[in-house]
């Protein structure tokens, strides 16, 4: 079993940053964030598998940069340049070497135009 701990959302104008952070419980093969807009499917916004493979969505490409510390399980999450479009609650998520999902409760970002 996994929990994951989300912090750092909140309320920014358009243009602005933010940084959401995740701490994991213990290490994990992948970990990333996904986020879930109203009315809309949760998609993947940026992930890590395993040492370097790194995923990032074409939407936030440029402006957010996904890090990961392994000796304290934790995942960030910098979001630059933020859009109102990106206005959802953030997950993080962690899968185990046994391909086993683990997800974190959410954290609302809203930005304002």
């Known amino acids: 079993q996994v929990q994951l701990v989300e912090s750092g959302g909140g309320l920014v104008q358009a243009g602005g940053s933010l940084r959401l952070s995740c701490a994991a419980s213990?290490?994990?093969?992948?970990i990333g964030w996904n986020r879930q807009a109203p009315g809309k499917q949760r998609e993947l916004v940026a992930g890590m598998n395993g040492e370097t493979s790194l995923i990032l969505a074409d939407s936030v490409k440029g402006r957010f940069t996904i890090s990961r510390d392994n000796a304290k399980n934790t995942v960030d999450l910098q979001m630059n340049n933020l859009k109102p479009e990106d206005t959802a609650v953030y997950y993080c998520?962690?899968?185990?070497?046994?391909?086993?999902?683990?997800w974190g409760r959410g954290t609302q970002v809203t930005v304002s135009s």
């Open positions: 213990r290490s994990t093969f992948s």
């Open positions: 998520y962690a899968q185990d070497r046994f391909g086993i999902q683990y």
